[in-house]
């Protein structure tokens, strides 16, 4: 059992380039989100997905955007990298989006703006 | 504006010691409170705590949840080198869980 695949593991970006961070779960868990990790801030969720075909924005949402297809899938996308997104994502899973559901995290992408 | 404020942000104790982490918090719609442990790569999950004044334990790791002074500690006794790590804290509040900044939590020889 897999849990939560990230991928890639690390990633460096020039300013302006795009890219996309994948996320799969194979725990057939509705409830997706992904989360940016700085230091000194904590863990701030970026979007999330209650189900396929169905998404909404977290706390920092700006510059990026989400999808969700599929159950498994929730990939990241970065239309146009700045230096302000280095940072190491984490993409979660939980079997719902209902209260008192276990969020399991990914290993993370460690993302490198220049 | 939803907080979660863990203290102390990092501490240093030696082999054998117990130690206490705190997290309080302050958030609209109170579902649940969950301790994370984070060594370098994902968080793994450590508690969730739901009801006040129940204690939950796992090995030397125990939490408990006060719902009306609106906080929670983890204890870990007799800590060994491997319990080195950061604690994250988060209130689950909606869909989202909200963090704190975490403890980091450095267990010398």
């Known amino acids: 059992n897999a849990g939560v695949t990230q991928t890639p593991k690390f990633q460096v970006l020039k300013t302006g380039q795009s890219m996309t961070l994948q996320c799969a779960q194979d725990?057939?868990?509705?409830?997706m989100s992904w989360y940016r990790q700085d230091p000194g801030m904590g863990l701030r969720l970026i979007h999330y997905?209650?189900?396929?075909?169905?998404?909404d924005q977290g706390e920092v949402p700006n510059g990026y955007n989400v999808s969700r297809s599929t159950t498994e899938d929730f990939p990241l996308r970065l239309l146009s990298a700045a230096p302000s997104q280095t940072s190491v994502y984490f993409c979660?899973?939980?079997?719902?989006?209902?209260?008192?559901?276990?969020?399991?995290f990914g290993a993370g992408t460690r993302l490198s703006v220049l | 504006e939803d907080k979660v404020v863990q203290s102390p942000l990092s501490l240093v104790v030696h082999e054998g010691d117990t130690v206490t982490l705190n997290c309080s918090y302050e958030?609209?719609?109170?579902?649940?409170l969950l301790w994370y442990k984070q060594e370098k790569k994902a968080p793994t999950f450590l508690f969730m705590l739901?009801?006040?004044?129940i204690e939950k334990k796992s090995g030397r790791l125990s939490s408990i949840l006060d719902k009306k002074e609106l906080f929670s500690i983890l204890n870990i006794t007799a800590t060994q080198t491997g319990d080195s790590a950061i604690y994250l804290c988060?209130?689950?509040?909606?869909?989202?869980?909200?963090f704190g900044k975490g403890t980091s939590l450095l267990v010398t020889p």
């Open positions: 997905s209650v189900g396929a075909g169905i998404t």
């Open positions: 958030v609209t719609n109170f579902r649940s």
């Open positions: 725990m057939n868990h509705e409830y």
């Open positions: 988060a209130v689950e509040a909606g869909y989202a869980l909200n």
């Open positions: 739901t009801s006040s004044g």
């Open positions: 979660a899973s939980s079997l719902t989006g209902a209260s008192k559901n276990i969020q399991y």
